[in-house]
């Protein structure tokens, strides 16, 4: 086995697990489950059959990833955070054929207790702040708030807020790192070295 498994944690039969991966404590992964490498998955986390974890991704404790859940590279999922997958659920109404999916790119993180309803797109190194709701797509970059979730901001690829306004055009760059990034508009770009 080339990932650590606590032994209280259950990973079922055809489960693929990426190596360096660690599956903490009272964690299930459903057999259908692809998890990537140097992915950690906190106590008490659930993983459905179709979803599929990327690489380097940390899934803190209490958060279940539901079928139809699709996480990138370098997702932070934050304690007990909440994703759906179906947007009516009724206990006695089967609708295990309208799971929607869900989306989360490359280095989104996913603050502790927010909710990700169903069938959004979080965009790349979007930051999503402790206890927001969010019923619907969050651009790249963007920092969003609140219930329902509202952008409030832009945050660098660092993971540091930039001082840039919600719309319009600007410029900021990243006191950790030196990147620069762009706003056209509704739009961040990160400019890439030389151009």
């Known amino acids: 086995m080339s990932y650590y498994k606590h032994e209280s944690a259950i990973v079922d039969e055809g489960a693929e697990i990426g190596e360096g991966s660690r599956v903490w404590h009272?964690?299930?992964?459903?057999?259908?489950a692809k998890i990537g490498k140097g992915v950690s998955l906190g106590q008490n986390v659930f993983v459905g059959n179709k979803v599929v974890i990327g690489d380097n991704c940390k899934v803190q404790n209490n958060v279940s990833v539901y079928d139809?859940?699709?996480?990138?590279?370098?997702?932070?999922c934050g304690p007990s955070m909440v994703f759906t997958n179906v947007y009516n659920p009724r206990s006695l109404i089967e609708r295990k054929d309208q799971y929607l999916d869900t989306h989360v790119m490359k280095g989104a993180t996913l603050g502790a207790n927010c909710t990700i309803v169903c069938g959004?797109?979080?965009?790349?190194?979007?930051?999503?702040?402790?206890?927001?709701?969010?019923?619907?797509?969050?651009?790249?970059?963007?920092?969003?708030?609140?219930?329902?979730?509202?952008?409030?901001?832009?945050?660098?690829?660092?993971?540091?807020?930039?001082?840039?306004?919600?719309?319009?055009?600007?410029?900021?760059?990243?006191?950790?790192?030196?990147?620069?990034?762009?706003?056209?508009?509704?739009?961040?770009?990160?400019?890439?070295?030389?151009?």
């Open 26 to 32: 009272f964690v299930h992964v459903c057999g259908g």
């Open 68 to 76: 139809n859940v699709y996480l990138e590279d370098g997702v932070f």
């Open 120 to 195: 959004v797109t979080i965009g790349e190194y979007s930051f999503v702040g402790a206890g927001a709701v969010v019923n619907r797509d969050v651009p790249a970059y963007a920092l969003v708030l609140g219930v329902p979730a509202k952008q409030r901001g832009w945050m660098s690829e660092f993971g540091e807020q930039l001082n840039l306004p919600v719309s319009g055009e600007g410029e900021a760059v990243c006191e950790h790192t030196g990147t620069r990034y762009i706003l056209n508009g509704n739009q961040l770009t990160k400019l890439v070295a030389g151009s």
